[in-house]
C-alpha cells in the first residue's frame, strides 16, 4: 500500500515562502511519479506541480511558474515543494498524489493520495 503524507502547511503573509513536504510509503518510492495538487474552497481540484520518478523531469501549472520548485530526495522518500513568493489566490489545501504511471497534469492519473495540508496567505 502505498501511502502519501502531506507537512508544512500554514498561514504566511503575501509574498512568504514555505516549503511542503510529502513522504510517501509503501512500495518502491523511486518508481512513482508524484504530483501537487490544490483546492481552494468551491473550486475544483487543480494541478500545481509534477515530478517524473527519476526526478529529471517536472511540471507545472502557468500559475506557479517561476514561484514555486518541484524536487524529491530518495534517500527520505520524500517530495518537495518550495513555494516563494505566495500570493493570497495561493490560498488552498495542497494534496500530494502518487502513480506508478508517468508524471502528468491529470488529476485521475493519480492512484494514491494524501489528506492534504492547508496554506493560507494573508494580504
Known amino acids: 500500500q502505498v501511502q502519501p ?3 508544512g502547511g500554514g498561514l504566511v503573509q503575501a509574498g512568504d515562502s514555505l516549503r511542503l513536504s510529502c513522504a510517501v510509503s509503501g512500495r ?4 512513482y511519479a508524484v504530483g501537487w495538487f490544490r483546492q481552494a474552497p468551491g473550486k475544483e481540484r487543480e ?3 509534477a515530478i517524473s520518478w527519476g526526478g529529471g523531469r517536472t511540471y507545472y501549472a502557468d500559475s506557479v511558474k517561476g514561484r514555486f520548485t518541484i524536487s524529491r530526495d530518495s534517500t527520505k522518500n520524500t517530495v518537495y515543494l518550495q513555494m516563494n513568493s ?3 489566490e ?3 489545501v495542497y494534496y500530494c498524489a502518487a502513480t506508478p ?3 502528468s497534469p491529470i488529476r485521475n492519473g493519480y492512484d494514491y493520495w ?3 495540508t ?4 494573508s494580504s
Open 114 to 116: 494524501g489528506q492534504g
Open 5 to 7: 503524507v502531506e507537512s
Open 118 to 121: 492547508q496554506v493560507t496567505v
Open 101 to 103: 504511471q508517468g508524471a
Open 28 to 31: 518502491i518510492f523511486s518508481s
Open 90 to 92: 495561493d490560498t488552498a
Open 47 to 49: 494541478f500545481v506541480s
Open 86 to 88: 505566495l500570493k493570497p
